[in-house]
C-alpha cells in the first residue's frame, strides 16, 4: 500500500500525506477525493484520529500507513470512516 496513491473506499480515492507541522516534526493528513474527479479542488483533507506529531519521518510514514488500513469506507460527505 502507498499512502500516496491511497486506496479505493465507496467510490473515493483515500490518501495519507505526511507533512511538516512545526520545526523538527511531522503531521498526517488524510485526504478524500472521489474517483476520476479532475479537479484537485475536489480533495478534502481531515484530520485522522488521534493525531499525534512525529519526530521522525519514518515513523510519521509508518503511522499514515496504519492509519490507511483503518479506513474502513467514506460517507457521503467525502470523510472518512474508520474502523
Known sequence: MNIAT????NGYRVFCDVV??????????VATRP???G?????????PPHASSYFELD???KAA???LRQVKAVGQNGEPVYG
Open 35 to 37: 474517483e476520476g474527479a
Open 39 to 47: 479537479p484537485v479542488g475536489t480533495e478534502r483533507v481531515w484530520h
Open 20 to 29: 511538516m507541522a512545526t520545526e523538527g516534526s511531522f503531521a498526517i493528513r
Open 6 to 9: 491511497g486506496v479505493r473506499r
Open 65 to 67: 500507513h496504519r492509519i
Open 59 to 61: 515513523e510519521a510514514e
